[in-house]
């Protein structure tokens, strides 16, 4: 079966500094997507960054990016120079094609310090 | 381009009740999925819409059902309402076009259930 999982729960990390949220997937499907999502307090999902299997290069969008290790099943989110605003639940997902659901991680709250 | 709109934004049941929760997704995409995200079993995957037909279905009793109409907005309804459905609803739209299928959230529905 498809999973998502995600082994830290909490994290604290000084401003400025960089911070790696793990992220582990589990599916025999060749074909999948790999993302991740921010959610604030205020509940709304905000998608951060995409990777599909087939992808050569590491997907990067500004501060962040996706260490995507395929052999080892591994799709990390690396935030450069963390911020205040960083502060949120982060969630791993994916999908197995364009017609299927998005399976969840459990997510990870980070907290910025400042 | 406007984002995906979810109303209403809260909203209180007592046991029994029935509710709807709309949703309207970003112009020009054709998909709709909604998420159940409870603190307990995190998101959870209800169901999808596409042209106005149901293409995927999650884990949930019947008491759960939705549909889409032509101009791609959806409505999930809600019977029989029980405690354990309090939770934020989330609904996505996707534009369903070559292998990116990003789903965008809209910033949910909170439902308490009393």
């Known amino acids: 079966a498809q999973k998502i999982t995600q082994t830290q729960p909490g994290m604290f990390v000084q401003e400025k500094e960089a911070v790696t949220l793990d992220c582990t997937y589990d599916?025999?499907?060749?074909?999948?997507?790999l993302f991740w999502y921010k959610q604030p307090s205020s509940g709304e999902m905000i998608f951060l960054i995409y990777?599909?299997?087939?992808?050569?290069q590491n997907a990067t969008e500004g501060r962040y990016s996706l260490n995507f290790q395929k052999a080892r099943k591994s799709a990390n989110l690396v935030i450069s120079a963390s911020q205040l605003g960083d502060s949120a639940m982060y969630f791993c997902?994916?999908?197995?094609?364009?017609?299927?659901?998005?399976?969840f991680g459990k997510g990870t709250r980070l907290h910025i310090l400042p | 381009k406007a984002g995906v709109t979810q109303t209403p934004r809260y909203l209180i049941k007592t046991r029994g009740q029935q509710v709807t929760l709309s949703c309207s997704p970003i112009?020009?995409?054709?998909?709709v999925s909604w998420y159940q995200q409870t603190p307990g079993q995190g998101l959870q995957f209800l169901f999808e819409?596409?042209?106005?037909?149901?293409?995927n279905k999650g884990n949930f009793p019947g008491r759960f059902s939705g549909r889409q109409f032509s101009n791609s907005r959806s409505e999930m309804n809600v019977s029989t309402l029980e405690l354990g459905d309090s939770a934020l609803y989330l609904c996505?739209?996707?534009?369903?076009?070559?292998?990116?299928?990003?789903?965008?959230f809209g910033p949910g529905t909170r439902l308490t259930v009393l």
């Open positions: 996505a739209s996707s534009l369903v076009q070559g292998r990116t299928d990003t789903q965008y």
């Open positions: 599916t025999s499907d060749p074909s999948y997507g």
């Open positions: 990777q599909g299997s087939y992808d050569q």
């Open positions: 997902a994916m999908t197995l094609n364009r017609d299927d659901k998005i399976i």
């Open positions: 112009s020009g995409h054709r998909s």
């Open positions: 819409y596409f042209s106005e037909t149901q293409r």
